[in-house]
């Protein structure tokens, strides 16, 4: 047994939920600042002028999702929503590089998993479904990111992303989504209502079983030089690795934890009873320093960030007035 490990190495969960949570709170106040910025474009005489956040365009994935084929086909950088284009970059390249750290140390919706998953452990109501009904669960993320990519990367043409991309809708996309959480049809507020109540019953319900942007990660993932590795000759076979893994993955029937459903959170590199069984491993390298790992997702997604800024690829090109014209339609305006 290992009775002294590294005090990094038993600080990895805290730490963890440092970032996580300073995220989520800069995420609350972005969240609030957009809204500021929405009600005085709705009336500027009666309302203080907020600035419009760019941070609010890491919830439009779909339209980043619009603006990469476009970027790749040879038009510009995304002049409307550029910082979301750029964080959604940020996320693929934390993936191909970094497991999906993204969705481990950084996405505000995986803490709010996190915090329901603990809530429902104190209440002793959670619990993980049987392998029969978790696999063809564990399809429906990638059906949903199927059919999307469908539409915009198979169906979608030069022509038809460009006319997508310089739409009154996707100029409003961001009011179009605050609407959506304000003011929730009676169906998507049963929808939403019902996924927050299932997530303190079932493990990481939104993440494992729904979010098509976590699928997309996790294939990217599977080629990342990073990967959990476990020495089946010093296992004891003690599973409490598999107990704390967010991922509900088999950890002991594998060397190497190559799934895509894995967030590189590394709680059971940290759990592990017994020295270096369980290790970050890197290609030639056997055993890594497990904090290197988030050191290098925080640092990969900030230089995204400040290239962004420095680059011109972080505000938006829209008028103000543009802004205000169109929000104060946006009963009128529908998708393409």
Known sequence: MNSNKPLVQDRLTQLRFLCQSLFALFCLYVGWQFY????????????TFVARPPAVEAFLPLGALVSLKRLLLGAEFDTIHPAGLTLFIAALL???????GFCGWICPIGFASNLAERAGKKMRILFALPAWIDLPMLSLKYILLGFFGYLILWQMGLEGLTDFHHSPYNMISDAKMLHFFLQPSMLAGSIMLGIILIS???????CRYLCPYGGLLGILAL??????????????DCKKC??????SIHITKRKTVRNAECIGCLECVEVCPV??????????????????????ILGLFFFCYILGLITGHWKTEIPLEVFQRYYRMIGEIGHP
């Open 242 to 247: 598999e107990v704390v893994c967010p991922s």
């Open 36 to 47: 500021s910025f929405y009600l005085w474009a709705l009336d500027s005489t009666a309302n």
């Open 94 to 100: 934390i993936s191909l590089l970094l497991r999906k």
């Open 275 to 296: 020295k270096d069984c369980l290790n970050l491993s890197v290609p030639g390298k056997k055993a890594t320093n497990p904090l290197l790992l988030p050191c290098l």
């Open 200 to 206: 303190f019953i079932i493990r990481n319900f939104w």
């Open 223 to 236: 080629v990342s030089p990073f990967q959990v590795t476990r020495d089946p000759d010093t296992c004891i």
